[in-house]
Nanobody, 115 residues
Framework: QVQLVEYGGGLVQPGGSLRLSCAASGPFLAIDTMGWYRQAPGKQRELVAAITSGGRTTYADSAKGRFTISRDNALNTVYLQMNSLKPEDTAVYYC?????????WGQGTQVTVSS
């Protein structure tokens, strides 16, 4: 069974930084796209950033210039470096992996930006 485990959430002050990581494990051959989504209370889940196996990246407008997504294909791990965090970045962040057209999700990690 494919599993995605996230690390790195927590409480940070506005303007601060956090780094999320997500490791995939299980019986699979290759991961196509890996990404991060987030869901704030009362809102729909939204894409934050995604990266293909070849390194092509996509960012939400709200993340451009502040967040950086990267991945280590050998470790089946994706990272999200978040800088200049704002209170509106507060949400549960979910790791996502796409394999052969199927979507897999992590359990989510809480990120809270507050003074």
């Amino acid at each position: 069974q494919v599993q995605l485990v996230e690390y790195g959430g927590g409480l940070v002050q506005p303007g601060g930084s956090l780094r999320l990581s997500c490791a995939a494990s299980g019986p699979f051959l290759a991961i196509d796209t890996m990404g991060w989504y987030r869901q704030a209370p009362g809102k729909q889940r939204e894409l934050v950033a995604a990266i293909t196996s070849g390194g092509r990246t996509t960012y939400a407008d709200s993340a451009k210039g502040r967040f950086t997504i990267s991945r280590d294909n050998a470790l089946n791990t994706v990272y999200l470096q978040m800088n200049s965090l704002k209170p509106e970045d507060t949400a549960v962040y979910y790791c996502n992996a796409v394999m052969r057209g199927r979507y897999y999700w992590g359990q989510g990690t809480q990120v809270t930006v507050s003074s």
